[in-house]
């Protein structure tokens, strides 16, 4: 069990976006990294703030938490989040997200 976890995450580690892999990419996928680190940006300060407010001032506000809960579970967010996660995909390593290339691929064979 432990070894499969461990397997998993060294597998998931070798698709982790790298300097090389954000320079040589497709602008597509420099947009879909750069939409990545602007959201967990956004969340990391989120939680930044979250914890420097209960440290300094003693306060834990849960309605905050309810409503970040509320906004990032609507449907839309899922949606954009899942496309992201798809678009993140490169297995070929050609630096053009796998889904974007199915999407031109279906587009030529319908032209044709
Ligand atoms: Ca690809």
Redesign the pocket.
């Known amino acids: 069990m432990f070894n499969k976890a461990k397997q998993y995450l060294l597998k998931s580690y070798d698709y982790l976006p790298t300097v090389q892999k954000f320079i040589n990419g497709s602008p597509s996928m420099k947009a879909v990294y750069i939409t990545c680190f602007v959201l967990i940006f956004i969340i990391a300060t989120f939680f930044g703030m979250y914890f420097w407010n209960f440290k300094n001032r003693g306060v834990v506000d849960l309605n905050i938490l309810i409503d970040l809960f509320r906004a990032t579970t609507a449907t839309q967010v899922l949606a954009f989040i899942v496309f992201l996660v798809k678009a993140l995909v ?3 390593d ?1 630096g ?3 889904s974007i ?1 199915n999407e031109i691929r279906k587009e030529g064979d319908s032209n044709n």
Do not use: F
């Open positions: 490169d297995k070929d050609n053009i997200s796998d290339e």
